[in-house]
């Protein structure tokens, strides 16, 4: 499966041998790049559920591919956020079904800052996801 343009260019930052506090860095200008979600759209409707910090969440399909936004009240979530939805924004319903979130953040060298929470969160963001498109 060939990767949106985005997962891509987060690859590319990401990959090499940067330090954690490098990644670090990194991650929270990725989360800077998610545009705002407005107040109004900061409901318990788009909350995610398993998640230890608040994440919400919003998509729609566009021309036969999901376009989700996010937004989250954790610098190094929204981080995390940004670059799922790098990997995920552009896909069809079914190619959605078949992201593998271990894989995506392993390829990243993301994988061993994941904590177990963390790792849930995540996987309840995409489970969600895949909830919007089913």
Do not use: Y
């Amino acid at each position: 499966m060939t990767l949106p343009s985005d997962a891509q260019t987060a690859l590319d930052t990401f990959k090499g041998s940067l330090s954690w506090e490098q990644r670090a860095r990194l991650l929270m200008q990725w989360g800077e790049r998610l545009p705002p979600l407005a107040d109004a759209e900061k409901t318990d409707e788009h909350l995610v559920d398993g998640c230890e910090s608040k994440v919400w969440l919003l998509g729609d399909v566009i021309a036969g591919s999901w376009q989700f936004r996010a937004a989250s009240d954790a610098r190094l979530i929204r981080g995390l956020v940004a670059l799922l939805l790098s990997r995920v924004n552009g896909l069809s319903a079914l190619e959605l079904q078949q992201v593998d979130l271990n894989d995506w953040f392993t390829q990243l060298g993301l994988s061993r800052q994941l904590s177990p929470s963390r790792s849930n969160g995540l996987n309840a963001v995409l489970q969600r996801m895949r909830q919007m498109a089913a």
